[in-house]
């Protein structure tokens, strides 16, 4: 054994007393010892000692869900740095942007680094959503977790339109001045809700404490029990999906056909599908290293990009919110930009009508769907149908956003992005 | 134990005692929620008054169309009538802006006629006539609590 000095010195400091006690077990050297790594670790024991060699390849999940969770373990990061300095009332929070900005050390890097993954996990959120959707991953038994998805889909946009108020600058004003007025068209109880997230009639000093309170501690709060849910589900619904194989027989455990009169071993009572179950042996790698590197690579290469465009791009800071003067176009962030697009056309099939019908129908999909094939396969051929509806909604999704972010100029007139006006040239 | 066991095989012990922990548990439960989500709508609003007082009639000019900005509303004169416009977009509350004939909204692109009425865009409704009266110490006084017929003016 040819060790490296430093895992040498771990091996070391492993052979201590206090080594012993803190890793119950060392850099693991034999099978055993990497099963007994997974399931002795705090961290390491939500995963499974054993993965199937299919939930690994990259080009199956391309690791989305994965980046998506990193992103938000970073939001969190930053975001608690953030808090230190901000400060949420109307008067101070435009300023202490500023003083985060110029007088802060690492202060404009960390803003950014919070801004560019929050943009960053709506748009993996959404990737990580397609990817189920075209392996058909949401089918029996995963129907609950595809609507726990959906979920952390919307507190995901919460959170980021919650974040977008607190600069207090014209965008954060004029943004939540309008999808406020949005959540106004709701039928019955639109005003009332209205009234309760302002915390009165305008958007003052009480709907800013409002939205910090949300973006800070509920909305992520209920985010990271959702994701503990969701995560947990993931293994119990037997790991990744994939495509059935010839011998790969899922065992299902009826519980109401087990006597009653006896004890049952944990394992007994297990129900549903574990990765293990009917899988052939060979089509299982150890967790340790085969998963657990590939995930910190994956955490690496996040961060990694993260920098880089932290360092490259600036978070934009607009002019100190004037409840006067929208600017004009007044425009929400990119990821509502298809939203209000429609809003432009009609408050309430944009703000109220077309969102409630899309969330609607995501929930109810893997329930309506009652196709069985396709699971664990990219565009299988037996959902060309499933596939293609998808496919189009997702079009128009992708067609209105870019509209409503690139081709839509002052007075929301129609204005191709090449032909610039001499007034509004500003950039995001 | 002389509890009638009726055929169903709940006592009316059993009964009383299931429907009494129900009722206190759901008491319990709703009137806490019923609490935190009143405790969420504020009493007291610090804002600043609907009322406010603009300029004497007289400052006005024959004709002007005067964008008051801290009020978000457009005071009218014509003659010796006097009429007060929101600013406020029935759409989605962004300020309109006095073009050459009517109003247009920057943010979604509505467009209002000299009436307010709608000519164009999305916006639902009608921009809101606001009620003017005279205050005692000779200045208009607009109320924006109290919307009015277009027709409505304030006859000098």
Redesign the interface.
């Known amino acids: 054994m040819n060790a490296s000095p430093l895992k040498q010195l771990w091996q070391k400091f492993q052979r201590t007393r206090i080594g012993r006690s803190i890793f119950r077990v060392g850099l693991p050297d034999s099978n055993l010892e990497r099963s007994q790594v997974m399931v002795s670790s705090f961290l390491l024991h939500m995963q499974p000692a054993k993965v199937n060699k299919h939930s690994l390849r990259a080009s199956y999940s391309f690791g989305l869900g994965l980046i998506t969770l990193y992103l938000f373990f970073i939001l969190i990061g930053t975001g608690v740095l953030l808090m230190f300095y901000y400060v949420p009332s109307t008067e101070r929070a435009y300023d202490s942007m500023k003083d985060l900005e110029f007088v802060v050390s690492a202060g404009q890097l960390i803003r950014n680094m919070h801004r560019w993954a929050a943009h960053l996990m709506v748009l993996f959120v959404v990737l990580h959503l397609c990817r189920v959707f075209y392996t058909a991953a949401y089918k029996p038994p995963r129907e609950f977790n595809w609507v726990l998805g959906v979920a952390l889909m919307l507190l995901t946009l919460g959170l980021s339109f919650t974040g977008y108020l607190l600069p207090w600058d014209q965008l954060a004003y004029?943004a939540i001045?309008?999808g406020t007025?949005?959540s106004g068209y709701a039928p019955v109880v639109g005003p009332k809700l209205k009234?309760?997230m302002l915390?009165?009639?305008?958007v003052?000093?009480?709907a800013l404490i409002r939205f910090y309170a949300l973006h800070v501690m509920v909305l992520p709060a209920v985010t990271i029990l959702m994701v503990a849910i969701h995560l947990w589900r993931v293994r119990k619904d037997g790991g990744l999906s994939r495509p059935d194989e010839p011998g790969n027989v899922v065992a299902q455990v009826e519980l109401s056909h087990l006597p009653t009169n006896k004890t049952y071993g944990l394992m007994e009572l297990a129900r549903g599908t574990t990765p293990q179950v009917g899988a052939n042996p060979e089509d299982e790698v150890f967790s340790w290293p085969h998963l657990v590197f590939r995930e910190m690579l994956l955490f690496m290469f996040v961060v990694a990009v993260l920098l880089v465009l932290a360092i490259g791009w600036n978070a934009p800071l607009e002019q100190f919110a004037n409840?006067?003067?929208?600017?004009?176009?007044?425009k929400a962030p990119w990821y509502f930009l298809g939203l209000?697009e429609l809003?432009?056309?009609?408050?309430f099939w944009g703000g109220v009508g077309v969102p409630t019908l899309l969330v609607v129908t995501l929930v109810l999909l893997p329930y309506v769907d009652r196709q069985r094939r396709g699971t664990g396969r990219w565009f299988a051929r037996e959902r060309v149908l499933a596939n293609t509806i998808f496919s189009i909604c997702l079009f128009v999704a992708i067609v209105l956003t870019i509209i409503g972010s690139l081709f839509r100029g002052?007075?929301?007139?129609w204005q191709e992005p090449w032909k610039k006006p001499p007034a509004a040239t500003e950039s995001h | 134990m002389n509890d009638p066991t009726p055929s169903n095989g709940v006592s009316r012990r059993a009964f009383f005692q299931l429907f009494l922990g129900w009722l206190a548990g759901l008491f319990a439960f709703g009137a806490s929620a019923v609490a935190a989500v009143r405790f969420l709508v504020p009493n007291v609003l610090f804002e600043p008054s609907e009322q406010f007082k603009a300029d004497k009639p007289e400052d006005y000019l024959d004709g002007s169309v005067t964008f008051l900005e801290d009020e978000r509303v457009f005071l009218i004169r014509n003659g010796n009538t006097f009429r007060c416009l929101s600013a406020v977009c029935t759409h989605l509350g962004c300020t309109v802006n006095r073009a050459e004939h009517g109003y247009h909204c920057p943010c979604h692109g509505s467009v209002f006629d000299d009436q307010g009425a709608v000519k164009g865009g999305p916006a639902p409704r009608a921009l809101t006539w606001f009620l003017v009266t005279l205050s005692k110490d000779g200045r208009l006084l607009i109320d924006k609590g109290q919307p009015t017929a277009p027709d409505r003016y304030f006859v000098l």
Do not use: D, F, K, R
Not at chain 1, 199 to 202: E, I, K, P, R
Not at chain 1, 323 to 330: G, L, R
Not at chain 1, 343 to 347: E, F, G, L, T, Y
């Open positions: 004029w001045t309008v007025n949005i009234y309760l915390g009165g009639n305008v003052g000093q009480p409840p006067i003067h929208p600017p004009n176009p007044a209000q809003v432009a056309h009609s408050a002052p007075n929301w007139s």
